[in-house]
């Protein structure tokens, strides 16, 4: 490859967008793919960009975390977004896509681009000699794989990543809730308690151990029966069937923390610890769930303080891969200790196709732009595709760092609260953050 070149293994959304960036810059790329000659147990087209899963991209409202994300990368110029709405199909608010139209389209651009040369081989190695975007998904290859550990430190990049629900703290009712750490110790403000009586616990208890779990995914069910993975982070509904009171001598454990209207513990009390600095976002601590979404919406509303909560992100407990990446990225994607490689997708810690996407044009971008000898795009927490970069490089305040898809809870707050309730505020974010793309980032929109 020449002076002004870069390496990109994997041709999923990540990778493509990556790739398409770089390219506008005119710097030269060698994409390499494994597919068609070898496919991970996810995939089953030859084409790029192939949605596994659903067909849609999630909203298309701009006071919706994703739908800012998405417009943000439309009007910098993303691949993927053109390829989305070129091939559209009704969804309501939605933007949905025929996946298979969606996927050609991608793949012909890419291959048909002077500057991307395609090369249909598996990489097992990565050289810090050159600038390198590794954006190979979930179920990266095994040799792959192994070599990331190796470089990493992390023993292995395959488990259930198991994570509890992250809630939006204004969506709390703090009516039946009241701040405290248990026995008084620590920070009062990390902990918000919502404690419960005991026929507020009989009936969640009784829907909590009745309540549908998400089905597996194929290559998800030959870790089903690993129990050492589970014992460490067992799920709720799991653990709560293990007895009746099993659940209130464990996450949901009253002792040490008083009611301040009683003087007295509750029968039961769930914990939310602060997920953010800035007091947006807490989780539901020790309540790792297998539940599907609508079930976890059902059940953890009959905890009277959580009744109206909204979500950042659910409860989730699937085979994934990813890094420990506050400890080893940047906010552009690019290693701490080897400025050269990059990753990008899933294996950051950023959920959902367009989150995935986004993390490649950082990284492509950036990739780029170090070929050129120029100086690194940064993108500031005051947008959507900013603030998911810098919740990878930088984590929450917890002790673990856990995947997260686009959502407001990340992304800057105002100095000052906006008047008039949800709706109002991410309207206001939506306006600075389209604002900050259209002043500083204009030049990408023109390439």
């Known amino acids: 490859?020449?002076?002004?070149?870069?390496?990109?293994?994997?041709?999923?959304?990540?990778?493509?967008?990556?790739?398409?960036?770089?390219?506008?810059?005119?710097?030269?790329?060698?994409?390499?793919?494994?597919?068609?000659?070898?496919?991970?147990?996810?995939?089953?087209?030859?084409?790029?960009?192939?949605?596994?899963?659903?067909?849609?991209?999630?909203?298309?409202?701009?006071?919706?975390?994703?739908?800012?994300?998405?417009?943000?990368?439309?009007?910098?110029?993303?691949?993927?977004?053109?390829?989305?709405?070129?091939?559209?199909?009704?969804?309501?608010?939605?933007?949905?896509?025929?996946?298979?139209?969606?996927?050609?389209?991608?793949?012909?651009?890419?291959?048909?681009?002077?500057?991307?040369?395609?090369?249909?081989?598996?990489?097992?190695?990565?050289?810090?000699?050159?600038?390198?975007?590794?954006?190979?998904?979930?179920?990266?290859?095994?040799?792959?794989?192994?070599?990331?550990?190796?470089?990493?430190?992390?023993?292995?990049?395959?488990?259930?990543?198991?994570?509890?629900?992250?809630?939006?703290?204004?969506?709390?009712?703090?009516?039946?809730?009241?701040?405290?750490?248990?026995?008084?110790?620590?920070?009062?403000?990390?902990?918000?308690?919502?404690?419960?009586?005991?026929?507020?616990y009989d009936a969640f208890y009784s829907a909590l151990i009745s309540a549908k779990a998400a089905p597996l995914k194929e290559f998800d069910r030959e870790l089903q029966c690993d129990l050492t993975v589970f014992e460490g982070c067992m799920p709720v509904e799991v653990m709560a069937s293990r007895g009746y009171d099993t659940l209130r001598f464990g996450p949901m454990k009253p002792v040490g923390l008083p009611c301040p209207d009683t003087g007295e513990d509750a029968f039961a009390t769930v914990q939310l610890r602060r997920e953010n600095k800035e007091g947006t976002m807490y989780n539901i601590v020790g309540f790792q769930t297998h539940l599907t979404f609508p079930e976890q919406r059902r059940v953890f509303g009959l905890i009277p303080a959580l009744k109206s909560a909204e979500y950042f992100r659910y409860g989730v407990m699937h085979r994934n891969t990813y890094l420990n990446s506050p400890e080893l990225l940047t906010e552009i994607y690019s290693m701490r200790e080897h400025g050269k490689t990059f990753f990008a997708g899933q294996m950051t810690g950023v959920e959902g196709y367009v989150e995935s996407a986004s993390s490649g044009f950082v990284a492509g971008l950036n990739a780029a732009m170090l070929a050129l000898?120029?100086?690194?795009?940064?993108?500031?927490?005051?947008?959507?595709?900013?603030?998911?970069?810098?919740?990878?490089?930088?984590?929450?305040?917890?002790?673990?760092?856990?995947?997260?898809?686009?959502?407001?809870?990340?992304?800057?707050?105002?100095?000052?609260?906006?008047?008039?309730?949800?709706?109002?505020?991410?309207?206001a974010y939506a306006e600075r953050s389209l604002e900050i793309i259209d002043t500083r980032f204009s030049f990408l929109k023109a390439l």
């Open 373 to 427: 000898g120029k100086d690194a795009v940064v993108f500031p927490k005051q947008t959507e595709i900013g603030a998911l970069a810098h919740y990878v490089s930088e984590g929450g305040i917890s002790s673990s760092f856990q995947p997260m898809n686009a959502n407001f809870g990340i992304i800057a707050p105002f100095d000052k609260k906006i008047k008039g309730g949800k709706k109002n505020r991410n309207a």
């Open 1 to 200: 490859m020449g002076a002004a070149s870069i390496k990109i293994i994997g041709a999923g959304l990540a990778g493509c967008e990556a790739a398409w960036q770089a390219a506008r810059l005119g710097v030269c790329v060698e994409l390499y793919e494994m597919k068609p000659q070898k496919k991970s147990a996810a995939h089953s087209s030859d084409g790029f960009a192939e949605l596994v899963c659903s067909n849609s991209l999630r909203s298309n409202d701009v006071t919706n975390a994703v739908g800012l994300l998405k417009e943000e990368m439309h009007r910098m110029g993303s691949l993927i977004l053109e390829a989305a709405y070129a091939n559209e199909v009704p969804a309501g608010t939605a933007l949905a896509v025929d996946r298979d139209k969606f996927s050609a389209y991608i793949t012909e651009k890419i291959k048909s681009h002077p500057l991307i040369t395609v090369k249909a081989e598996e990489v097992s190695d990565i050289n810090f000699d050159e600038i390198t975007v590794v954006a190979t998904g979930p179920l990266t290859s095994e040799s792959l794989s192994d070599r990331i550990s190796e470089i990493t430190g992390e023993k292995k990049l395959h488990f259930f990543d198991a994570a509890a629900p992250i809630v939006d703290f204004s969506s709390v009712d703090l009516d039946k809730a009241f701040f405290a750490s248990r026995w008084g110790k620590g920070n009062p403000e990390d902990y918000l308690n919502c404690p419960m009586t005991k026929e507020e």
